[in-house]
């Protein structure tokens, strides 16, 4: 039993060692429909979809029609970052997500109750600020007869690990066999 706490509290003190050493959420946004010139600024959580029109013969998203939404912030390094791994950490994107940092594509989420993390180290600017811009899709499909929402409905962050760390729900621990104060540990 003793050999199986040591590891279990080894296996939680690295991965806090090995987890972000900052994460910093981003939560003001600029925001406009597809098709509209105009941004406006928010904070998020938001949900776009919430905003447009009810229409009784909309085919899903509960009687919404389906829309695209933008949504873009800027993001300013700071030099601590240098060698580290920077990450853009998504915690839902209704429906459908694509995601550039600086005019490159970083990464999409398929479907909205997914969060997600896009290495951006390579491509952060540290003299200048940095462009991340969202597309947020509810037009994906036949959709759903309920309401899902649409747009940047979770937090985002930006998460600063080593280069060498636990990724996104990295670290699982089991015990297939306890016995006679003895203890088989499986890692995934």
């Given at each position: 039993?003793?050999?199986?706490?040591?590891?279990?509290?080894?296996?939680?003190?690295?991965?806090?060692?090995?987890?972000?050493?900052?994460?910093?959420?981003?939560?003001?946004?600029?925001?406009?429909?597809?098709?509209?010139?105009?941004?406006?600024?928010?904070?998020?959580?938001?949900?776009?979809?919430?905003?447009?029109?009810?229409?009784k013969?909309?085919?899903?998203?509960?009687?919404?029609?389906?829309?695209?939404?933008?949504?873009?912030?800027?993001?300013?390094?700071?030099?601590?970052?240098?060698?580290?791994k920077?990450?853009?950490?998504?915690e839902?994107?209704?429906?459908?997500?694509?995601v550039?940092?600086?005019?490159?594509?970083?990464?999409?989420?398929?479907?909205?109750?997914?969060?997600?993390e896009?290495?951006?180290?390579?491509?952060?600017?540290?003299?200048?600020?940095?462009?991340?811009?969202?597309?947020?899709?509810?037009?994906?499909?036949?959709?759903?007869?309920?309401y899902?929402?649409?747009?940047?409905?979770?937090?985002?962050?930006?998460?600063?690990?080593?280069?060498?760390?636990?990724?996104?729900?990295?670290?699982?621990?089991?015990?297939?066999?306890?016995?006679?104060?003895?203890?088989?540990?499986?890692?995934?």
């Open positions: 039993m003793k050999r199986y706490l040591l590891i279990t509290a080894l296996a939680f003190f690295s991965a806090m060692c090995l987890s972000a050493r900052e994460s910093r959420e981003l939560k003001k946004w600029d925001f406009r429909l597809d098709g509209q010139e105009e941004w406006r600024t928010l904070t998020i959580p938001h949900d776009f979809q919430f905003e447009l029109p009810w229409n013969d909309a085919k899903a998203q509960g009687f919404k029609d389906s829309a695209i939404g933008w949504y873009k912030t800027t993001l300013k390094a700071d030099e601590s970052w240098k060698g580290q920077v990450l853009l950490d998504f839902g994107i209704g429906m459908v997500g694509d550039w940092f600086n005019g490159e594509v970083v990464g999409e989420i398929e479907y909205g109750y997914l969060e997600a896009m290495d951006i180290t390579s491509l952060i600017k540290y003299d200048s600020d940095n462009e991340i811009l969202v597309k947020a899709d509810t037009g994906y499909g036949p959709g759903s007869r309920w899902t929402g649409g747009g940047l409905y979770r937090p985002v962050h930006v998460l600063v690990k080593n280069p060498i760390s636990v990724g996104r729900h990295g670290v699982y621990v089991t015990t297939p066999r306890i016995e006679n104060g003895e203890a088989d540990i499986k890692t995934i």
